[in-house]
Each structure stands twice: as C-alpha cells, then as structure tokens.
C-alpha cells in the first residue's frame, strides 16, 4: 500500500535542507491535513536536525505559523515518525526528540522501516479512534 494520505492519515514531510526544497509545500501539506480536523501522522525519511541554521526569515514564519496553528497541532498531529535504517542514528535523535516535542508540540517517533512506521502510526490511530469511541 502507498504511503499516502489518500490511503492512510499521514503527511509525507522532507527536512532536506537543499536549495531546490520547498518548505512551503510542507507548511501547506501541514495546513491541508489541520483543516481536515482528524488525527493524523507525520512521516520523514530526511529526520530535522539540530544543526542546521535557519535564517530569521525561516525562524520567524515558522514561529508565526506554530503561534497560528498551535491547538490544532497538539490536537491534531499524534507523532512525526523518523524513518532511519540506521541503529546508531536513531539513538543519537532520541534526546532531540524531547525538544521535538517540546517545539512542535507533538512527540517524534523512530522506525528503522516504513513498514515499522506504518505499524507505528496505525497503532497510535486506533488507540486514538479508541479513546474518542470510549
């Protein structure tokens, strides 16, 4: 099965740092899914970093759009899942997740697979479809 939101409630974001990537094609596909009103889970194969310097420019539309969006991505948003094959990597993010989660306001997630990542996200929608059934 494709990994898409057609399919399944996730969002595809890249943190690829390139001069080609559009970030607003991430902010929008955010954007798309908070309108939307349901649960849903973020997907990356390109984890974020702490090192990576944004300009003022970034700092301040990004923090503009958090302040806007804030409750519905507590709300909305279960989990960024980091796709990272690599054992060594994954442990290396899990004290960046804390401060993930403090930024975001959502918790981030480590698969080694995309079929653990989907395990992952639909363990964390059913227990959330089960929570409001309940």
Known sequence: ????????????????HGPDHDHNEDFEAL?????????FV???????????EHSQEEKKRTSLWMKKHKAEL???????????????????FKPFG??????????????SSRDEAME????????RAGSVTS
């Open 74 to 92: 507590r709300t909305l948003v279960l989990a960024m899942i980091v796709i990272e094959p690599s054992p060594a990597k994954r442990l290396a």
């Open 98 to 111: 804390a401060a993930f989660a403090k930024f975001w306001g959502y918790p981030m997630k480590l698969a």
């Open 1 to 16: 099965m494709p990994l898409d939101s057609k399919n399944f409630p996730l969002v595809w974001m890249s943190y690829d």
């Open 42 to 52: 973020v997907l990356t194969d390109s984890a974020p970093s702490e090192d990576h």
């Open 31 to 39: 954007e798309a899914n908070l309108k939307r009103g349901a649960p």
């Open 120 to 127: 992952i996200a639909g363990k964390l929608l059913s227990e």
